[in-house]
T-cell receptor
C-alpha cells in the first residue's frame, strides 16, 4: 500500500518552455503533498507543501510564480516549472503521507528535468 | 539551528555488518526516519524510531537515543544491492523532516 506515482520520469525541454509534473497517490487520499528538489550529491530540498483545495506553502527562496503548484483533488498534485532555464535542471520528487503527521513519507519515483 | 551529521561515505564488504551513525539537532522532536536512496532514484522508507532503543526489521535495525541526539542504522549480511545512500531524517516539532546529504555506502565483493 501507500503508492505514489509520479509522471513523467524524465523530460528534456528547451529553455523558456514550461513543464508539468504530475504526482498521484494511488491507494490513499493525500490532503497534503510535498515537492522536493535534489541536485547531485546534495540533500533533498523541500520546495513547497501542496494542500488540497488551497494555496501551496512555499519555502523561503522558492519562487511561487515560477513553480506553480495545483492540488485540485485528494489524489493529484501538479508542479509546473514555468519558463524553464538550464539552472532548473534537477531531480524533482513528490511525496505524501498516508496517515498521521508522524507517519512515513512515501515518495514518487522522481522526475529528471533537463533544460537545454 | 537544525542540523544533521552523518559520514559522507562508508565502504564495507559483502556479507559483513556496517553501522551508519547520525547525530542531529532539531527544534523539537517527533521521531527519526531512515531512508535508502539508490543513485538516480527516489528515497524509500526503511525505519522509524520515536522512543529510545533498537528497532529490528530483517537485516536492518535502527537505534535511537533522544537524550544524546543520536541514531544509527545497522545493516547485516550486506548484499551488493545495499550499495546506496542512507538518509537520516529527524522530524521537528512542526512534523517537518530535516534532511542531510546522507551517507553513501559502497559494498565491495
Amino acid at each position: 500500500g501507500a503508492v505514489v506515482s509520479q509522471h513523467p520520469s524524465r523530460v528534456i525541454c528547451k529553455s523558456g518552455t514550461s513543464v508539468k509534473i504530475e504526482c498521484r497517490s494511488l491507494d490513499f487520499q493525500a490532503t497534503t503533498m510535498f515537492w522536493y528538489r535534489q541536485f547531485p550529491k546534495q540533500s533533498l530540498m523541500l520546495m513547497a507543501t501542496s494542500n488540497e483545495g488551497s494555496k501551496a506553502t512555499y519555502e523561503q527562496g522558492v519562487e511561487k510564480d515560477k513553480f506553480l503548484i495545483n492540488h485540485a483533488s485528494l489524489t493529484l498534485s501538479t508542479l509546473t516549472v514555468t519558463s524553464a532555464h538550464p539552472e532548473d535542471s534537477s531531480f524533482y520528487i513528490c511525496s505524501a503521507r498516508s496517515g498521521q503527521e508522524n507517519s512515513p513519507l512515501h515518495f514518487g519515483n522522481g522526475t529528471r528535468l533537463t533544460v537545454t | 539551528g537544525q542540523n544533521i551529521d552523518q559520514p559522507t561515505e562508508m565502504t564495507a564488504t559483502e556479507g559483513a555488518i556496517v553501522q551508519i551513525n547520525c547525530t542531529y539537532q532539531t527544534s523539537g522532536f517527533n521521531g527519526l526516519f531512515w531512508y535508502q536512496q539508490h543513485a538516480g532514484e527516489a528515497p524509500t522508507f526503511l525505519s522509524y524510531n520515536v522512543l529510545d532503543g533498537l528497532e529490528e526489521k530483517g537485516r536492518f535495525s535502527s537505534f535511537l537515543s533522544r537524550s544524546k541526539g543520536y541514531s544509527y542504522l545497522l545493516l547485516k549480511e550486506l548484499q551488493m544491492k545495499d550499495s546506496a545512500s542512507y538518509l537520516c531524517a529527524p522530524m521537528d516539532s512542526n512534523y517537518q523532516l530535516i534532511w542531510g546529504a546522507g551517507t553513501k555506502l559502497i559494498i565491495k565483493p
